[in-house]
């Protein structure tokens, strides 16, 4: 009877990253192992509010020997909580479901109330413009909606396949702000118009 292999169990906290490898990664001849492994920590750690997919080629590069790796190597990266992906048709009845998913998820990454509340805000706006100005002539097509947690930032992008309508406050002056108040709630907000459609990207940090 083969014997029992070791097991243990951890908890990952929020915006927090785990980093899976293979020994050829970390291991060297005449070199300790846990000198490699620290450096792979450090690595991580230094990249903590990378892109994940960013994050993958700093570790490979940082930690290639100068003569480029001898063993095989393969590496899985894992932020907690994974980024949220919604897709769902351009009709208004969807902005609450959408807004609960989002909810959700932001309170998996133990953001502080008021943050959550300006996201919440910044994305329905977003959300709303994309039903009803990039898809005012196709009701129903998709708009995608995915958000991204670092150790300090958070991304959010709303996509559409239509073409928003420019602002006129001037006509109604109930309506047509919505892009002033996003910029008012996220640090940066870049709406990129196009062929393909619309689409928002909007960061904010997250304090420590």
């Not at 133990?110 to 959300?127: D, F, K, P, T």
Request: glycine letters at 6%; charged letters at 20%.
């Amino acid at each position: 009877m083969p014997a029992a292999r070791p097991s243990s169990a951890a908890s990952s906290t929020p915006r927090s990253t785990l980093l899976l490898y293979t020994d050829g990664l970390v291991e060297r001849r005449r070199r300790a192992l846990t000198t490699g492994i620290d450096r792979a920590s450090a690595v991580v750690q230094d990249g903590r509010s990378a892109p994940i997919e960013d994050l993958a080629t700093l570790v490979m590069r940082r930690l290639a020997p100068d003569a480029g790796y001898s063993d095989d190597v393969a590496l899985l990266l894992y932020r907690q909580p994974a980024p949220l992906e919604v897709a769902f048709p351009a009709e208004s009845s969807q902005l609450a479901p959408v807004r609960t998913a989002l909810r959700d998820w932001l309170n998996r990454c133990e953001l502080n109330s008021a943050m959550i509340q300006n996201i919440l805000v910044a994305a329905g706006e977003a959300c709303a413009n994309a039903i009803e100005h990039g898809h005012r002539d196709a009701p129903g097509r998709t708009v995608r909606l995915r958000a991204v947690a670092t150790a300090g930032d958070l991304y959010l992008t709303v996509a559409d396949s239509g073409n928003w309508k420019p602002p006129r406050p001037e006509a109604n002056t109930h309506r047509g702000r919505g892009v002033a108040l996003m910029r008012a709630l996220m640090q940066r907000v870049t709406i990129h118009p196009g062929a393909a459609g619309t689409t928002v990207d909007m960061h904010a940090r997250i304090p420590r």
